[in-house]
């Protein structure tokens, strides 16, 4: 199990994404607070799910989550969301992928504790006889999201409180990137040299190695456009 630490990493994407620096200025959902500069005042804290929210408005961040048999993990992983600190708009999409274990369960249960605190939560997925695998489960997560950022998260992961907070701000300064952050392991001694390696990757391995490094770090503008 890995944690996501608090230095976050930019890497370029190879190409201009869409840029956005968030939510709307202009929008006057309570649900919504404007995107301020870094330095302004902090964030209004998340209105429940309860109060008004203009269709067209969308969330700041989605929280990107595969899911195939992972109840073992699941209640670490979707405290470590509701833990975090970030003050704008989020939402968390989960796409199961065959589980054949209690994880649906235990993500309904999170659910309705996410949305108490205004993070809606979105879950898709399917039942076939085999999974398909957890690009496609990424890629359908994705799909069903209306963030304006994606924060990708892996089941058996845990975020630490200020993740989507510090990869949002540095998404803000670095547009065309892709975020990515250090990690901790659980325990402690497991992987210890992969760790160290990820840990300290040079600016020019961040170019070169992306496809060696764990998508579950990543932080990134959307291209796709909500429903």
Request: proline share 8%.
């Amino acid at each position: 199990m890995a944690d996501a630490a608090a230095a976050p990493q930019a890497r370029s994407a190879g190409g201009p994404l869409r840029e956005g620096p968030g939510a709307p200025a202009t929008c006057p959902c309570p649900a919504a607070p404007t995107c301020p500069e870094l330095g302004a005042p902090p964030r209004q804290r998340r209105s429940p799910l309860g109060a008004a929210i203009r269709e067209d408005c969308r969330n700041q961040v989605s929280v990107i989550l595969p899911v195939h048999n992972s109840e073992s993990w699941l209640d670490g992983c979707l405290k470590s969301v509701l833990e975090q600190d970030f003050q704008g708009t989020m939402e968390l999409s989960v796409f199961n992928d065959a589980s054949k274990d209690n994880s649906i369960s235990i993500v309904e249960k999170w659910k309705i504790k996410l949305e108490d605190v205004g993070i809606q939560v979105i879950i898709g997925g399917h039942d076939s006889p085999q999974p398909q695998g957890v690009g496609f489960a990424k890629n359908q997560a994705v799909v069903q999201s209306s963030g304006f950022y994606l924060c990708f998260l892996d089941s058996d992961d845990v975020m630490m409180p200020q993740r989507v907070r510090l990869q949002y701000e540095a998404a803000i300064q670095h547009p065309n990137s892709i975020i990515g952050c250090q990690v901790k392991r659980e325990p402690l001694e497991s992987t210890e040299r992969y760790t160290r390696w990820i840990n300290n990757l040079t600016q020019g391995q961040l170019l070169t190695q992306e496809a060696t490094t764990p998508v579950g770090l990543w932080f990134q503008v959307s291209t796709v456009s909500p429903v």
